[in-house]
């Protein structure tokens, strides 16, 4: 049984930053690709970032302020977000189990993964 929980969601001030973190069991990290993804107020789910076996993938709405690593011994994923914006508003979701050869932003935002987390809120003010 795959679960995957999320935390380190809150509220922040513009231009602040956040350490999502992901607890994974059922599947192994390092071979696993892993997923965050995020629902804003009034638009569709997208994918944030996703991480394979050798490197990380971005959204163009995230690049350039976001960092997502993962601790193979821990089997846990993490996403860093700085100089946050009032748009960057949402809940956070950490997914993984996607389609062979999708480990990308275009493929999990094609194909939604197969497991996901409960999500954590992010909330930034102006």
């Known amino acids: 049984q795959v679960q995957l929980v999320e935390s380190g969601g809150g509220s922040v001030q513009a231009g602040g930053s956040l350490n999502l973190s992901c607890a994974v069991s059922g599947l192994a990290v390092r071979t696993d690709c892993v997923g965050w993804f995020r629902q804003v107020p009034g638009k569709s789910r997208e994918a944030v970032a996703v991480?394979?076996?050798?490197?990380?993938r971005y959204a163009d709405s995230v690049k350039g302020r976001s960092t997502m690593s993962k601790d193979n011994a821990k089997n846990t994923v993490s996403l860093h977000l700085n100089s946050l914006k009032p748009e960057d508003t949402g809940v956070y979701y950490c997914?993984?189990?996607?389609?062979?050869?999708?480990?990308?932003?275009?493929?999990?935002?094609?194909?939604?993964?197969?497991?996901w987390g409960q999500g954590t809120q992010v909330t930034v003010s102006s």
């Open positions: 997914a993984a189990g996607f389609e062979i050869g999708l480990c990308s932003i275009e493929g999990g935002n094609r194909q939604p993964p197969n497991y």
């Open positions: 991480i394979g076996t050798l490197e990380s």
